[in-house]
């Protein structure tokens, strides 16, 4: 059906962590639960937009607060289909009616059925506080809603098409708190104006015009009663509002009923500890100061500012008592308080007084100087930081300020360009860790205590590029706690997680952004919206460099840094990066002197030129080796190593010494192989189309141009060695049992040199009879193993029969069109026992016996799902000819291996489904016969059911004692019926 027309998501900013925020739980009841102008109505509409499938779309009305009539209108809205999504938007109009109460018991059967249901309402609906069954409801609130300060950049910038600076963007999202509706108030009131009018704007806070009281006095304050909305200005003057506080100021004593009256109506309060203290919106609170002065007067308003200072300064409440004074313009009482409890004003930074206190003031104060320089360390301007903290050093003279300035001085210095090596705080041991030697630091690091132990060795491990350990020491760690250690060590767990493939982990990296948003480090939020590039998505790459352009103009060069460096990791491992990304993440790393991230970025540099062909890229590899090995940084060396592996003579040897290096160094294996320069296959070999095909299965034989070669000039040892490497063809075999195999019982020193001959004859055999060009392309040597390696368009049956097990196997599921094709290369390949020539030959009965049960397994999978495919499409029972491909593969199956149980048990179900009882028969007939030579009870299968579930890879169990002569039922005496 058509839905209703929905606010166009176009017209604002995509909120992905918030539409990712409602994906969490996609067969739950989802809820937006904001005030007026949060976005809500948008959200809605960009999370409908996101959906594939059918959407249904019903915006409440006064008027359904009637139970039928809002049944009626919901089953109309009801997307088309199975599943799909219903939005149902402004619920809050029929808010307590026995409507609202029916609309969201039908919604919870509709989640329950597959239909995602999406509600947005300014007020939590009682029967959801109330009762359990809306338990799992996954909730976006007015406090996700809010936009951030890069959101805010990036709506004024891409979405409204007028930009501000970094610091002005910072002050316009303070000043409106992060309100959708304030931000499209002020591009209205500003629309078209030049950079410096709309500067001026958000220093004046001009939004405050008539288009925003308009607005709060509309959805805000109409639906106040007057006594409620005196309540409302008057109490203004709190940051934080308590019942005793209100009640204190205005000598009342229904503080409690009035605040809880203003939550429930969502009048821009909330409270985050069940009641007991609220705050009112940043918008609201700038709207009701400038009220407070209508109401009472310039004079009024500053005496009544200053008598909430006095209750708060006798509280105890001592920063939001001098936040109160500097309103009422009171400089002694806010110098008085500073002097008291500064130490407290630096946690934040400076941005609780930045619209309060006249620069004059600030730049007196040693502690607001001291809470600058913070401001400028949590923005990541670390260099700005530094004379900051040196001005307020001098300005302490001496005492616990003046040292303080001195440690926090110390502290940012070591991440400074050649800073000096300070390890009297965690942050410079991790610091430490990026200039060499990681790994050196991890073992350092047990010295350490409490979470920043477990913090830099984690850090220091990734650093190094141990992934898995790093991980394993941040759950030993635990959760830790919400400050920065806490929250650093979640974002490194979760990219940990994002690099293994962890798709759930994108949560994790959202849940930090925003604890990292609410606790004032925007440095560590950047990262935290740069952090999921890992995973690869386009989108999340995209988000990462534009962090990296947000950082550079904000002057955060480490944030730059990093995700820069996660974009390129992500990168590199498909396909990437550009030369010119991984050359500019190099000069970031030597500009902020990290040789540990400097080797990085120079082997991602080497693995760019190699994968661009560029003519120095053996230069650029070598080159990056030698970087890694200085800085100590075996990760980095191992992708340096990948990036020189090359593509043809010598692959085995490099490929084994990457393995190697990377299993020391403790790197995922699925990023090894992704970095390593793909085999050349310009197209796919065939036995037909081959120069050159070697076969194993039936006989053993080497034909060039389909012509076979002559092998009667080498010995038999030579022989023998030439089928043991053509069965284990581009598998390396040691010599040691080369020489275990074949010369068992000579001594170690003749074994060899007899096995030295025998290869060097093999060698010369090989030489003869290929063309020039393809020689030194089959007999290798692998250190003290020897690998037959063909050429890129050669054929080997046992080769192809393996990587079409393996592709099937990585498919997972036969449903899966393209893993029956795998299988079906398998049988194909199969043609015969491999090497019967070779008898029972020690170095081939294992093998023989496993490539014959995989073999067998592919064809029983194959009938299987030919079975399942027929019966899928509602085939009759009888003459049904699309069983044909299902009898075929059984019967291959018990072809190559008799006692394979699952073949017997599809061929005689294929039999029964085609309608052919006398196959039928005769399959059962020849299934005892094995039975009875194997000494079983050829009874098991008397009666068998036909839509009994049959295991694929089951065989007949053997008995203890077989009877003599049963090893004849181990090979077939004619083809099965």
Request: proline fraction near 6%.
């Amino acid at each position: 059906m058509p839905t209703e027309p929905a606010r166009d998501p176009s017209l604002s900013l995509v909120r992905s962590r918030l539409i990712t925020s409602l994906n969490v739980r996609p067969r739950s009841l989802g809820l937006v639960v904001a005030p007026a102008g949060s976005g809500k109505t948008t959200l809605l509409a960009q999370y409908a937009t996101s959906v594939a499938g059918p959407v249904g779309w019903l915006r409440t009305v006064p008027s359904d607060a009637d139970p039928a009539l809002v049944l009626r209108r919901m089953d109309a809205a009801l997307p088309d289909g199975d599943g799909g999504l219903l939005v149902i938007d402004d619920l809050h109009l029929i808010e307590g009616s026995p409507g609202e109460t029916v609309l969201l018991d039908r919604a919870l059967a509709l989640t329950r059925a597959g239909v995602r249901v999406l509600v947005g309402t300014r007020r939590a609906p009682s029967p959801i506080l109330a009762r359990h069954e809306f338990s799992d409801c996954v909730i976006v609130d007015a406090e996700q809603l809010r936009f951030r300060t890069w959101e805010v950049e990036r709506l004024l910038r891409d979405v409204y098409r007028e930009p501000l600076p970094a610091d002005d963007v910072a002050a316009l999202a303070r000043r409106l708190g992060g309100w959708a509706a304030g931000l499209q108030l002020y591009y209205l009131s500003t629309h078209g104006q030049p950079l410096p009018d709309r500067r001026r704007a958000v220093a004046s806070l001009a939004m405050r015009s008539a288009l925003s009281r308009d607005y709060l006095t509309r959805t805000v304050l109409a639906e106040l009663a007057p006594p409620l909305r005196r309540f409302l200005v008057r109490t203004c003057v709190f940051e934080v509002l308590t019942a005793e506080r209100c009640d204190r100021l205005l000598g009342a004593d229904a503080g409690q009923a009035a605040l809880e009256e203003l939550e429930r109506r969502q009048a821009f309060t909330v409270s985050h500890d069940g009641g007991r203290s609220f705050a009112y919106h940043e918008v609201l609170r700038a709207h009701l100061t400038t009220a407070l002065v209508e109401d009472l007067g310039e004079v009024e308003a500053r005496a009544w500012h200053a008598r909430a200072g006095r209750l708060l300064a006798d509280e105890g409440a001592a920063l939001e008592a001098a936040r109160c004074f500097a309103r009422a313009q009171l400089w002694h009482e806010v110098h008085r308080l500073l002097d008291a409890a500064g130490s407290a004003v630096a946690v934040r930074g400076l941005d609780p007084w930045s619209d309060l206190l006249p620069a004059w003031f600030i730049a007196e104060d040693p502690w607001l100087v001291l809470a600058d320089a913070q401001h400028r360390i949590n923005e990541g301007q670390l260099a700005a930081a530094v004379p900051l903290l040196r001005r307020a050093e001098e300005m302490f003279g001496g005492g616990p300020g003046a040292a303080r300035c001195r440690a926090l001085r110390a502290d940012v210095t070591a991440w400074l360009p050649e800073g000096p090596h300070w390890r009297g705080h965690w942050s410079g041991w991790l610091r430490t860790a990026t200039r060499r030697h990681p790994m050196v630091v991890v073992g350092e690091a047990e010295r350490l205590t409490g979470a920043e132990d477990g913090l830099v060795r984690a850090g220091a491990l990734l650093l190094a590029g141990h992934a898995a350990e790093a991980l394993r020491v941040l759950d030993r760690a635990g959760p830790g706690h919400s400050g920065l250690v806490g929250l650093a060590g979640q974002l490194l767990r979760a990219a940990v997680a994002l690099i293994g493939g962890d798709q759930q982990a994108s949560a994790a990296v959202a849940a930090v952004g925003l604890a990292a948003d609410h606790a004032g480090l925007p440095w560590l939020a950047r990262l935290a919206r740069a952090v999921p590039a890992l995973a690869g998505a386009e989108a999340d790459l995209k988000e990462a460099d534009a962090v990296v352009e947000e950082c550079d103009r904000l002057g955060d060069r480490w944030g730059a840094l990093l995700a820069a460096g996660c974009a390129a990791l992500a990168r590199s491992l498909r396909g990437g990066p550009d030369v010119a990304a991984a050359g500019q993440l190099l000069d970031r790393a030597r500009e902020v002197d990290s040789g540990v991230l400097a080797a990085w970025a120079q082997s991602l540099l080497a693995l760019a030129a190699v994968r661009t062909r560029l003519p120095d890229a053996e230069v650029e590899v070598r080159r990056a080796e030698g970087t890694a090995r200085g800085a100590g940084v075996p990760g980095a060396r191992v992708l340096a190593l990948a990036a020189g592996v090359p593509a043809a003579p010598g692959r085995a040897v490099a490929l084994s010494a990457v393995h190697s290096a990377a299993e020391q160094a403790g790197l995922p294996r699925a990023a090894v192989t992704a970095w390593l320069t793909p085999e050349p296959h310009p197209s796919p070999a065939t036995p037909d189309t081959a120069p050159l095909t070697v076969r194993c299965f039936g006989r053993f034989r080497v034909c060039l141009h389909g012509e076979p070669l002559n092998w009667s000039p080498l010995r038999p040892r030579a022989r023998a060695v030439a089928r043991i490497l053509a069965m284990h063809a581009g598998r390396a075999v040691h010599r040691d049992r080369l020489l275990d195999w074949l010369w068992p019982d000579t001594d170690p020193a003749t074994a060899t040199r007899t096995l030295h001959v025998a290869l060097s004859s093999l060698r010369r055999f090989l030489d003869t009879h290929l063309p020039a060009g393809d020689r030194e392309t089959l007999l290798h040597r692998d250190g003290d193993a020897y690998l037959l390696a063909l050429p890129a368009d050669g054929w080997c049956d046992v080769t192809e029969f393996r990587r079409a097990l393996e592709r099937a196997s990585r498919r997972g599921s036969t449903r899966d069109p393209r893993a029956l094709d795998d299988l079906r290369a398998a049988v194909d390949a199969y043609t015969g026992e491999l090497l019967p020539e070779d008898g029972p030959a020690e170095w081939v009965v294992a093998e023989r016996e496993t490539v014959r049960r995989q073999a067998a397994d592919a064809a029983a999978r194959l009938a299987e799902a030919a079975l399942r495919e027929a019966a899928d499409a509602g085939v009759a029972v009888r003459g049904a000819g699309s069983v044909e491909p299902a009898v075929a593969m059984a019967a291959r199956c018990v072809e190559i291996d008799p006692c394979h149980d699952a073949g017997w048990r599809l061929l005689i179900a294929a039999h029964d489904q085609a309608g052919n009882a006398a196959a039928a028969e005769h399959a059962r007939r020849r299934y005892a016969d094995v039975l009875v030579s194997l000494g079983l009870d050829p009874s098991l299968i008397a009666g068998f059911p036909p839509s009994t579930s049959i295991s694929v890879d089951r065989r007949i169990p053997l008995p203890r004692s077989r009877p003599r002569g049963s090893t004849q039922a181990r090979t077939s005496t004619g083809p099965p019926a």
